[in-house]
């Protein structure tokens, strides 16, 4: 696990970290080693008086133990454990292990829990004053054998150490350094505070200026305080804040400038919008005239072509029917027939054509009954419709009311196309209080993607249709999930007055 805590550190405590961890780790140190060093000496010390003790009483009180005289060895251990503060019991024990005088000091407070100890040694001095052939022995100049010596232990002096006063001493000794240390430590604290706020305090006042940089005041004054690198920070702020002050006057002038272009472009734009939209609507409006001249042609010319070239091939066929039987007869009588019906079937497609040019639908039923006239015509075993109204139509003008029936139409046409659908809903809801007709188109089809695919010539003829009334389209559809397609157009200068 990664110790990253001080990244949330301000400048100023990571300065004083960095600069009081290594002071107070020496102080740590060296209070421990002083501490360590004087219980040490101590400890030393009393081991080397132990012993030192123990064995000049076991090499003095050979003959008082001896001879019994225990009261001159008691007087001997008692004046040396007053005059000794650091010593704390004297035991003098025979070879038995029994306790012949033991002497406690009235002064020491506390007793280390072992004792030095030192044995009483008696010596025995053997001489022989025979020769080895029994003559009385005379010692010669030459004879140099020493006499025999044998050791003997006769008891055990036993010495038991008090720390008290040296541990006073050295706890004197240790409190002086230590008061030294914590003074050093306290300067290096000082010496830190001051480290640490010498450079935090220009940070802060670069970091405040940057916040008011930020703020959109650029023209601010702030002056170098300091040397190093904080001090050519400060630097670089200060001349940083006259050449964004500079920029930002510099770049209001453009914006200004590109302002005034900006709305100049726009207001021509509008203008070329508003000139387009007149010149769609003009021209739909010719396409329209023209489409109802071409179907009033169809209509009144070449339908009643169609119907003269069917009365004559009747004629022709019922004369043919009163003429001698004969092949040349059935032949002609037939061919009238088939003219006849080609007639039949050419006034039927022109029929369709005129619809197709000028819905006289239209003009009849309104476009309520043209629509439903229009879905009746579209439905089919692979596609059903369903139609959904809301309003009263008949005040539409004549322009709004052909753009609407055109636009449903190239849907309708669509669905047919492309969507491959097995249902679809066509929706007209005439609003009132918001002047509105509301056209939608919604099929269950394969839809598309609005954001990669383009758009057909179907949708954009509609979006035309739309911006040149002023109003709006929008079209929902994903992979798999069908398309809809929902128009709004208003009202205003669209209704003819009754």
């Known amino acids: 696990m990664k110790l990253m805590f001080w990244r949330s550190w301000s400048i100023g405590r990571r300065m004083a970290v960095i600069t009081m961890l290594p002071v107070a780790l020496l102080f740590t140190s060296f209070v421990w080693y002083s501490w360590y060093s004087h219980r040490a000496q101590v400890a030393e010390e009393l081991a080397e008086r ?9 090499e003095t009180s050979e003959y008082n133990l001896i001879s019994g005289n225990l009261s001159d060895l008691r007087l001997t251990i008692n004046g ?26 009235e002064s020491a407070a506390e007793a280390e829990p072992r004792y030095f100890e030192a044995p009483i040694k008696k010596q025995i001095v053997w001489i022989n004053l025979f020769s080895d052939n029994g003559t009385p022995h005379v010692s010669a100049s030459s004879d140099s054998r020493p006499p025999t010596l044998t050791t003997e232990v006769v008891g055990w002096v036993r010495v038991t150490m008090s720390p008290s006063l040296m541990m006073a001493k050295q706890a004197h000794r240790f409190r002086i350094e230590l008061a030294m240390a914590a003074l050093g430590l306290a300067a290096a604290g000082a010496l830190a505070f001051f480290l640490a706020r010498s450079l935090t305090v220009p940070l802060k006042e670069a970091i405040g200026t940057l916040r008011q940089i930020r703020g959109g005041n650029y023209r601010v004054n702030l002056p170098v305080t300091t040397g190093g690198e904080v001090g050519e920070l400060q630097a670089s702020i200060g001349e940083m804040s006259v050449a964004l002050d500079e920029s930002k006057k510099d ?30 609507q003009k021209v739909n409006a010719i396409i329209e005239e023209e489409r109802k001249g071409i179907a009033v042609e169809i209509h009144d010319e070449l339908n009643a072509s169609l119907i003269a070239v069917r009365l004559e091939a009747q004629a022709i066929a019922a004369v043919a029917s009163r003429a001698p039987a004969g092949p040349e007869v059935e032949q002609i009588r037939q061919k009238a027939q088939a003219i006849t019906k080609l007639a039949l079937d050419l006034y039927a ?3 369709r054509i005129v619809r197709r040019l000028r819905p006289e639908v239209l003009d009849m039923l309104g476009l309520h009954g ?5 879905l009746r015509h579209y439905d089919s075993s692979r596609t059903s419709f369903s139609f959904h109204s809301e309003g009263d139509f008949s005040k539409l003008g004549n322009e709004l009311a052909i753009s609407a029936y055109r636009i449903v139409q190239e849907a309708l046409s669509n669905v047919m196309k492309h969507s491959g659908a097995t249902s679809a809903q066509v929706s007209l809801i005439l609003s009132e ?16 993607d609005t954001k990669s695919a383009s758009e057909g010539i179907g949708i954009i003829g509609m979006r035309e249709r739309v911006d040149a009334l002023g109003g709006s389209i929008v079209v929902h559809s994903s992979p798999g999930k069908g398309t809809v397609v929902a128009i709004s157009l208003p009202l205003q200068g669209a209704t003819a007055v009754s």
């Open 50 to 58: 132990g012993r030192i003790l123990a064995t000049a009483l076991a």
């Open 80 to 105: 040396l454990v007053q005059s000794d503060k650091s010593i704390y019991r004297i035991d003098v024990v025979d070879a038995s292990g029994k306790r012949a005088v033991g002497v406690v000091s």
């Open 251 to 280: 770049l209001e002038n453009k914006v200004a400038e590109r302002t005034r272009d900006l709305v100049a472009s726009r207001n021509e734009a509008l203008r070329a919008n508003d000139e387009k939209r007149k010149l769609i």
């Open 349 to 351: 497609n022109g029929r």
């Open 370 to 374: 043209a629509v439903e006239e229009m």
């Open 433 to 448: 209080p918001k002047r509105e007709l509301h056209i939608e188109v919604a099929d269950n089809g394969a839809g598309f």
